[in-house]
């Protein structure tokens, strides 16, 4: 079974600072990997995905993550924070058994970042 | 382009009453999903119909039904709406090869009461 785990429900930073957001995935099969933010009020959107190749993957808006297998982690990263990344951030995990037949997204429980002035 | 369209975006029940959640969308998905999504727990996957004609449970399938009508639309149904189904309900759809992303309408807020 595929499970995410993000540790930290809530981190803050300040303007400028180093975002780093973990995330940690459990599967039976290499998975799919996916960072999905959501502003308040909206439904989420897409910031990266890992799916095959380069292990670490850049993103909209500064974001990058990098998928570690041995690790079993992907973790998400932003050099300098700004106060427009405010929002709650979701690690998922898709464990395509079987190639091209979709499958199941699964969430962590989010990481709600707060940026201080 | 509408994308993914859910409907009611507010609904108040009380306990025991059943009530469809609709959902459509117009980028001709193979995949659609219903998601949960409560504070503290991020969003947990109901149903998912990975193709039309196909429906399979997710994370926390109990209490609710799933209808795939067509390719278009996929509902959720609460026979028997209880007190902890209040909650932000997602409907979602991709392509469904598993590497896409997914595309969310933008939620439904059902109280239970």
């Known amino acids: 079974a595929q499970s995410v785990t993000q540790l930290g429900s809530h981190v803050s930073v300040s303007e400028g600072a180093l975002v780093l957001l973990r995330c940690n995935y459990s599967?039976?099969?290499?998975?799919?990997l996916f960072w999905y933010v959501q502003y308040p009020n909206q439904g989420l959107q897409l910031l990266l995905k890992?799916?095959?190749?380069?292990?670490l993957v850049k993103g909209i808006n500064g974001f990058e993550a990098e998928f570690k297998k041995s690790e079993t982690s992907f973790h998400l990263t932003k050099p300098s924070a700004h106060m427009s990344d405010a929002a709650e951030y979701f690690c998922?995990?898709?464990?395509?058994?079987?190639?091209?037949?979709?499958?199941?997204?699964?969430f962590g429980q989010g990481t709600e970042l707060s940026v201080k002035p | 382009n509408a994308g993914v369209t859910q409907t009611p975006k507010f609904q108040v029940l009380k306990t025991g009453q059943s009530m469809t959640l609709q959902c459509a969308q117009d980028?001709?998905?193979?995949?659609m999903y219903w998601y949960r999504q409560d504070p503290g727990m991020g969003l947990r996957l109901i149903y998912y119909?990975?193709?039309?004609?196909?429906?399979d449970k997710g994370e926390v399938p109990n209490g609710y039904n799933v209808s795939r009508l067509n390719k278009r639309e996929f509902s959720l149904r609460l026979e028997s709406a209880a007190p902890s189904q209040t909650s932000v309900y997602f409907c979602?759809?991709?392509?469904?090869?598993?590497?896409?992303?997914?595309?969310f309408g933008s939620g439904t807020q059902l109280s239970v009461l």
């Open positions: 979602a759809s991709s392509q469904g090869t598993g590497r896409e992303k997914l595309f």
């Open positions: 599967s039976s099969v290499p998975p799919y």
């Open positions: 890992y799916t095959t190749g380069a292990t």
């Open positions: 998922a995990v898709n464990s395509n058994l079987v190639y091209n037949q979709g499958g199941k997204l699964i």
């Open positions: 980028m001709n998905h193979n995949s």
């Open positions: 119909s990975a193709s039309e004609g196909t429906t």
